[in-house]
T-cell receptor, first 117, second 111 residues
Framework: GAGVSQTPSNKVTEKGKYVELRCDPISGHTALYWYRQSLGQGPEFLIYFQGTGAADDSGLPNDRFFAVRPEGSVSTLKIQRTERGDSAVYLCASSGVRRGGLYNEQFFGPGTRLTVL | GESVGLHLPTLSVQEGDNSIINCAYSNSASDYFIWYKQESGKGPQFIID?????DKRQGQRVTVLLNKTVKHLSLQIAATQPGDSAVYFC??????????FGAGTRLFVKA
């Protein structure tokens, strides 16, 4: 089956504009995560969904960032009044039910590269 | 795709040699540790994980070692191949779902 997909792959916008980034998780995965990765750094946790609800949004940097997952599948990360510092690769990951392993393995999408001019 | 980790610590090894990538973690309460591999233009890919009550775990060509006394994690790759060239991240998890990634190491494999 298909892996995690993210659209668009690249997004260029101007400072102050609104953007939406979409994530399609692996079918059946109940958990969905958003991360932000700046050049030369590891992914930075933003938010985690279990089903439709945001179980942990402690990583969202400020109230310009918001994410939804209305039907427990596709998720959209929304950024208002974008700033140049928001430029980064935004990664989405999903995970399913733990099957006796140590960890709910997260499967990552290829990311959306956001550039704010 | 975008190249990640342009200014990361770098490890260069000869094909066929063993590689050791090290990581220091910060949270003594973390109970799971994971190694990820990230190739240019792609998202991170799970390699191997280890629980805090273990000190060693082996996979296919990879071994993870955990030293909780000094909060140190290492990834050993046996018989390194050109396809192993990537950025490697360690990550820690406190048993929930929030995963904290380290800074990463770029591995170059010379043919």
């Amino acid at each position: 089956g298909a892996g995690v997909s993210q659209t668009p792959s690249n997004k260029v916008t101007e400072k102050g504009k609104y953007v939406e980034l979409r994530c399609d998780p692996i079918s059946g995965h109940t958990a969905l995560y958003w991360y932000r990765q700046s050049l030369g750094q590891g992914p930075e946790f933003l938010i985690y969904f279990q089903g439709t609800g945001a179980a942990d949004d402690s990583g969202l940097p400020n109230d310009r960032f918001f994410a939804v997952r209305p039907e427990g599948s596709v998720s959209t990360l929304k950024i208002q009044r974008t700033e140049r510092g928001d430029s980064a690769v935004y990664l989405c990951a999903s995970s399913g039910v733990r099957r006796g392993g140590l960890y709910n393995e997260q499967f990552f999408g290829p990311g959306t590269r956001l550039t704010v001019l | 795709g975008e190249s990640v980790g342009l200014h990361l610590p770098t490890l260069s090894v000869q094909e066929g040699d063993n590689s050791i990538i090290n990581c220091a973690y910060s949270n003594s309460a973390s109970d799971y540790f994971i190694w990820y591999k990230q190739e240019s233009g792609k998202g991170p890919q799970f390699i191997i994980d280890i629980r805090s009550n273990m000190d060693k775990r082996q996979g296919q060509r990879v071994t993870v070692l955990l030293n909780k006394t000094v909060k140190h994690l290492s990834l050993q790759i046996a018989a390194t191949q050109p396809g192993d060239s990537a950025v490697y991240f360690c990550a820690e998890n406190t048993g929930g779902f929030k995963t904290i990634f380290g800074a990463g190491t770029r591995l170059f494999v010379k043919a």
